[in-house]
């Protein structure tokens, strides 16, 4: 399992055009190291910093752990790519999507109803 989550994990960083480096910097990790630990399955990721990538990366937690590449592609909401992306940058981009994903969620339950 750990290596479907670092493969998924790196998939989605690199089709939002995302380095190692500006990945690090958001989640206040020490080095670009750690996540290529993280993407190689080196190192299990905490929860904590994959709930913070799904926000980033606009998916749910559960997509992390999709044994179907493909379907990990498609299920990209917002997919972007920019250059020189600072920190402040992917962290208004991460709440952005928290706040889509959360309303996609209300929208599934108004459904039900």
Sequence with gaps: MKEIIARNFKLLRNK?????????????????????????????IPLDILEKCCNLFGVEL???????????????????RADDLEKEDLKSIADFKEIMKNYGRMKQLMNRG
């Design 16 to 44: 939002l055009g995302i380095t190692q480096i500006e990945m690090a910097e958001y989640l206040d990790l020490s080095s670009r190291e750690v996540i290529s630990y993280y993407e190689n399955g080196d190192r299990d």
């Design 62 to 80: 559960i997509e992390l752990f999709e044994e179907n590449e493909a379907k990990v592609k498609t299920n990209i909401h917002f997919a972007f």
